[in-house]
């Protein structure tokens, strides 16, 4: 049970420590066994669907028991490092429609990709199955693929990607997906308001440019904007409001350092750049993020969480007005690593622990 905190304020460079109201909680284990679990989306009869990372989809029935058997019909996945399985998102008409929206590594060691696909869930197993969207060119490795997803009031999806590492260069160049965020139709297609859909060089999918490595996806109904955050190097991650159009920097803008020690750039800023509303440095590996929107932690509404794989912890990043005045480390005291945490529809807060004997945890009001 968690009764005091202290909350980091990292707000232009300003970094101090002053205590704030606590907030006592207790942390339940709904489901646990789980190989990796990267994702999950609360199905409107109750229950939810959890991705693994090794590419199994995952049902936990309204009872709150796990099922022993894998869902049927999910795609053939290329998994290892960081490939696998990862987003599972429900469309926003699901009660009538029943997609089912998967984003995943595909193709071969040689060559592979994010892709995008969609199913009807008919309560046992994937039907219907297409893919929508598949990220080009191919790479070789098995790193940075991005793969959060998030919907938009318009009914447009947006799609965050990565640059596959040893391809960052390409995350300037407009004319392949390395880097990115894209936005679709539900079915695939691309908006005709694209903003780079008129430009003959351009990917008409583009809806931003200059990301490392996108990990975390929220629309913030309240305040109309679209958040991101992104893996940096060492140091470097960082969060974004984004804007149409507009190019994050990467990798001629950034605060972080190789894994060398060396610079990737020596600027932090630059003209042209959109510059990120903060920035964690040293790395604290964001990696799923949500507005909280529940009544049962009244203090926590309004205010973002960032699920953190190298820091152990969740980071609360405390809002005023929309605007981000600190920051509190929650759930320090599981030690684990945090894959990915989502506001209920019953008002709790849940978590994904990122191991191979993973877990789906539930945090409530304590008594």
């Not at 109309?224 to 990467?250: M, Q």
């Not at 630059?270 to 590996?285: D, K, N, V, Y």
Request: hydrophobic letters at 40%; a negative charge.
């Amino acid at each position: 049970m968690h009764r005091f905190s202290r909350v980091l304020l990292t707000i232009v460079g300003l970094s101090v420590c002053h205590p704030v109201l606590a907030v006592d909680y207790r942390i339940e284990t709904l489901a646990e066994g789980l190989e990796h679990p990267w994702s999950l989306a609360f199905l409107p009869g109750g229950g939810m669907l959890v991705t693994e990372r090794v590419g199994r989809l995952r049902l936990i029935g309204a009872d709150g028991r796990l099922r022993e058997a894998p869902i049927d019909g999910v795609p053939e996945v290329f998994t290892g490092g960081q490939a696998g399985l990862f987003e599972v998102a429900l469309a926003p008409d699901h009660g009538v429609s029943g997609w089912v929206y998967l984003s995943y590594a595909c193709g071969t060691r040689a060559a592979n990709t994010t892709c995008l696909d969609r199913a009807r869930f008919d309560g046992r197993r994937l039907v219907a199955r297409e893919t929508l969207f598949r990220a080009e060119p191919g790479k070789q490795g098995r790193s940075h693929y991005g793969g959060r997803l998030t919907f938009l009031p318009d009914g447009t999806l947006v799609l965050g990607l990565g640059d596959g590492f040893d391809y960052r260069e390409q995350a300037q160049n407009p004319g392949n997906h390395l880097g990115s965020l894209v936005r679709l139709n539900p079915d695939g297609s691309v908006p005709a308001d694209n903003p780079f859909v008129d430009d003959r060089v351009a990917r008409a999918e583009l809806y931003s440019i200059g990301h490392r490595n996108i990990q975390g996806v929220v629309f913030d109904e309240t305040r109309s904007e679209l958040l991101i955050h992104e893996h940096g190097p060492r140091g470097g991650d960082e969060l974004n409001r984004i804007l149409p159009g507009a190019n994050y920097g990467w990798p001629l803008v950034t605060h972080g350092v190789d894994y060398t020690g060396a610079r990737v750039t020596p600027f932090t800023e630059l003209p042209g750049f959109e510059a990120p509303l903060l920035h964690w440095t040293p790395s604290i590996a964001p990696s799923g993020m949500t507005v909280y929107d529940g009544e049962r932690f009244p203090e926590w509404r309004g205010d973002l969480f960032v699920a953190a794989l190298a820091a152990r912890q969740v980071r609360r990043l405390i809002r005023e007005d929309g605007e981000i005045v600190g920051q509190e480390a929650l759930f320090t005291e599981l030690d684990e690593r945090i894959r990915d945490v989502r506001s209920g529809p019953d008002g709790a807060l849940y978590l994904l622990t990122d191991s191979a004997e993973g877990r789906v945890l539930r945090v409530v009001p304590a008594p």
